[in-house]
């Protein structure tokens, strides 16, 4: 077998790494080696011997070596012995040899040379190489060095909410007028994420093209963002931001991290801007997503306490139990019970559930009122929180006593004269037919026109081709005769389940906020269960739709696609097969 041939080469620079685990080498080399070929040995001085490790080597032209040869940066994980110098590499199988040249003093500090080497190696296209991870980055001390980079760059954060169980929200704004950052990375001790410009949330800053403009020319005003770091708030470190720039420099900026929980949290998070059509999937995936559903599993984790008003003699075992959750209009509350006390149904027990904090004293005041006029007994559960539809139905549902439960909106009414007589159909339905697992009325706007006759499924493509519940034949004339139809779905603004079905199922899903596709998936997961869902066009109310809720705010259209993508990642492919 032919002798392998020597190889040429030096090292230029090679200094010990400042956490005492390694050596940062440079230099150049006739032959270069596959990640598989690593160094095998590495010479210290003579009176300390070798040292050996693992090693991540870049390599990449140089003009001023001999033709074919190529520069190389390797960082090496060996230990680094107090007072050791470094002498050279060695690749006994490969017959190389590489040494530092006789009277080479070491010129760079290792936060240098490890600039120098991030700007080499991704000046040679290697932007992804794994050297880049090793090579070591200055440690944060609590000064904020961005603001010494050059080429400039400015990044602020307005606020950095702590999402459970370990993520980051991240809201600001980074103009970056050179283009000179190569990556931005959030650290916390061990722990860090790269936000990925690309899943960046942009928010418009025209407060900031002002004052930027006369410095800068600033005219786009799109450098505001919304970014999620996962992983990072789970330990003591305090985080910070890491700026690189195509340089190699690295700028560190502390973050100051605020624990807020609630709904107020959320709304403030929703408020950003709807995403543009095309990255609506890649915002909640990566921003949105994360960001809310974290949120609020925390504030859903909290006990639900709440005050309990009895009014009237209670049935202790009634047929069924009629939940109706308030929130933000008390007025319909009236209306609606002095409508069911009409033709009022002995056999049913009523519990409101207020989810609305800022009512209780107007709403005590109120249900008293209505018991003295109307003498329809009820119970009224008065949430310390506002919780969102399903939670809210949930509470409602642990103290619930019937057999049956209807799930009621508080702006759905029956027609005058009626009362609570559309109950009992329903509720005989599910008795007879053990394959149906929910039963709703037909439902009509005020002119007499359909709101709510089931639901079916599609496709809307300006929504990232998520899958929607759509109201089938809304707006048409009512139909004439009545009939039972078996639907894909039924709302929640009026649905009669099986008590002890529902609880099996967890009730209502509440990783759907405040109120929005929950009665679709309940419906989904029904099917699953092998049970169908029905609409009894003879039993009639009017529902006022979204009356119930507060005036629409910027956040709501956020909330609905939150909601969609959630019900999108459960059910989508599912839904779309059977399209």
């Known amino acids: ?119 080499t190696v991704r000046g040679a296209g290697l932007h992804a190489h794994p050297v880049l991870d090793r090579l070591p980055r200055p440690a944060f001390k609590g000064a ?119 709904l107020g949290a959320i709304k403030q998070i929703l408020s950003v801007p709807r995403p543009a059509r095309a990255r609506l999937q890649t915002a909640f995936d990566n921003v949105l997503g994360p960001i809310v559903a974290g949120l609020n599993a925390a504030r859903l984790s909290r006990p639900r306490p709440f005050d309990e008003l009895v009014f009237g003699p209670q049935n202790p075992a009634p047929r069924a139990s009629v939940i109706v959750t308030i929130y933000g209009r008390l007025d319909l509350t009236e209306y609606q019970l002095a409508l069911l006390s009409e033709r009022p149904d002995p056999s049913a027990e009523i519990v409101l559930v207020l989810d609305d904090p800022a009512l209780h004293d107007d709403a005590e005041r109120l249900f008293a009122s209505c018991w003295a006029r109307l003498r329809l007994p009820f119970r009224a559960l008065l949430l ?58 037909l439902l009509l706007y005020e002119d007499g026109t359909v709101q709510h006759r089931g639901m079916h499924f599609e496709q809307l493509a300006d929504f990232g081709r998520w899958t929607f519940p759509m109201h089938t034949g809304k707006g048409e004339p009512a139909p004439s005769g009545a009939e039972h139809l078996d639907v894909a779905a039924l709302t929640g603004a009026c649905v009669v389940l099986r008590r002890d079905e529902l609880q099996r199922l967890g009730g209502l899903d509440e990783r759907y906020l405040i109120g929005d596709f929950e009665d679709a998936d309940l419906c989904r997961r029904l099917r699953v269960a092998g049970r169908r869902c029905r609409v009894d066009t003879g039993q009639r109310l009017y529902h006022l739709e979204r009356q119930s809720q507060a005036e629409a705010q910027p956040w709501r259209g956020n909330l609905t696609l939150f909601n969609a993508w959630q019900h999108a990642s459960r059910w989508g492919t599912e839904l779309a097969a059977a399209a």
């Open 1 to 119: 077998m032919a002798p392998k041939q020597e190889i040429r080469g030096a090292i230029d620079d090679a200094v010990a790494l400042p956490s005492g685990d390694g050596w940062l080498i440079t230099g150049w080399t006739s032959r270069t080696w596959a990640e598989s070929e690593p160094p095998e040995r590495v010479f210290a001085n003579l009176t300390l011997g070798d040292v050996t490790g693992e090693t991540a080597t870049a390599f990449y032209p140089r003009l001023d070596v001999p033709d074919g040869a190529a520069g190389f940066c390797t960082v090496l994980a060996a230990a680094c012995p107090e007072r050791a110098e470094f002498v050279g590499l060695q690749l006994p199988h490969l017959r190389l040899r590489i040494s530092i040249p006789p009277q080479r003093e070491r010129r760079l500090s290792a936060e240098a040379l490890a600039t120098a080497c991030r700007r």
């Open 384 to 441: 310390a929180e506002n919780l969102g539809y399903a939670p809210a139905n949930n509470v409602g549902l642990s103290v619930a006593r019937g057999r049956y439960v209807c799930l009621l909106n508080s702006d759905v009414f029956p027609t005058a004269g009626i009362g609570s007589a559309w109950l009992a159909p329903l509720v005989a339905q599910l008795e007879a037919d053990p394959t149906l697992g929910a039963i709703g009325p």
């Open 144 to 262: 904020d060095t961005v603001a010494e980079l050059w080429p400039p760059v400015q990044i602020e954060f307005d606020q950095a909410i702590r999402v459970p169980p370990d993520g980051l929200a991240l809201v600001g704004w980074c103009f970056d007028p050179a283009g000179a950052v190569e990556s931005l990375r959030v650290r916390a001790g061990a722990a860090s994420a790269l936000l990925d410009p690309t899943h960046l949330l942009t928010i418009r800053r025209p407060d900031l093209v002002q004052s930027l403009g006369k410095r800068y020319g600033l005219e786009d005003d799109r450098i505001g963002f919304l970014a999620y770091a996962p992983g990072v708030a789970g330990s003591a470190a305090r985080p910070h931001l890491e700026v690189e720039t195509r340089e190699g420099a690295i700028g560190l900026k502390s973050i100051r991290v605020l624990d807020l929980a609630g």
